[in-house]
């Protein structure tokens, strides 16, 4: 079964705007939180990852939030530009073990 | 580039068949890991090896099946082939087996089966 789900499958955004890609988990043994991005015709990489000891991390545009008590955690972009339109993976595992996916998310910034 | 080399790029093959997906990972990484993306499934996390040795199993089929070679290239061989195999084929590796070694993955083998 999926043990990461994420929302929403699609979302458009106009440039300047805000992104919000929202996952949940099931597996409190989970310890791990990272974001993929991917291009068509490429394969998945990294974007920033969190670990649930803190309850934000921001790397630039791209912010994560986290929620341990609610076993949900998200992606924020701000200032979303056309050149973030991609699929963003959100993922979650035990250190050292596979990640385990979302579905995925199609994110289509609009000039 | 992700340092992460898989060939073929693309392969078409008929159903019943039998097929190998080669990996070579990022120098010096010594896990590496097979997912299958199809689009109502996602990224299926399918098998992990670490050093050659085989670490985790996920969602792979039976007739499926991997191995680690002491250069650290990976092969996944997936035979009796359904129509239902056909997906992108990732591998992806990382140094070791800890929350700070990212996985970099390759950019896939897309299968057809036809």
């Known amino acids: 079964q999926q043990q990461v789900k994420q929302s929403p499958q699609s979302l458009i955004v106009q440039k300047g705007g805000i992104s919000i890609i929202n996952c949940a988990y099931e597996?409190?043994?989970?310890?791990?939180f990272p974001w993929y991005q991917q291009f068509p015709g490429k394969g998945p990489a990294l974007l920033i990852a969190?670990?649930?000891?803190?309850s934000e991390k921001k790397e630039g545009r791209f912010t994560i939030s986290f929620n341990k008590s609610a076993k949900q955690f998200s992606l924020h972009i701000m200032d979303s530009q056309p050149g973030d339109s991609a699929t963003y993976f959100c993922?979650?595992?035990?250190?050292?073990?596979?990640?385990?996916f979302g579905k995925g998310t199609s994110l289509l910034v609009t000039p | 580039d992700s340092g992460v080399t898989q060939t073929p790029k693309h392969l078409i093959t008929a159903t019943g068949q039998r097929v190998t997906l080669r990996c070579s990972p990022r120098?010096?990484?010594?896990?590496v890991y097979w997912y299958q993306q199809s689009l109502d499934q996602g990224l299926q996390f399918l098998i992990q090896?670490?050093?050659?040795?085989?670490?985790a199993k996920g969602n792979i089929l039976e007739r499926f099946s991997a191995q680690q070679f002491p250069d650290l290239h990976s092969e996944l061989n997936l035979s009796s082939l359904e129509l239902g195999d056909s997906a992108l084929y990732f591998c992806?590796?990382?140094?070791?087996?800890?929350?700070?070694?990212?996985?970099?993955f390759g950019n896939g083998t897309r299968l057809t089966v036809t």
């Open positions: 969190i670990r649930p000891d803190v």
């Open positions: 993922a979650a595992s035990r250190s050292g073990y596979a990640l385990n």
């Open positions: 992806a590796s990382s140094l070791r087996v800890a929350y700070n070694s990212p996985l970099h």
């Open positions: 090896y670490y050093n050659g040795e085989e670490r």
């Open positions: 597996n409190t043994a989970f310890d791990y």
């Open positions: 120098s010096g990484d010594l896990s």
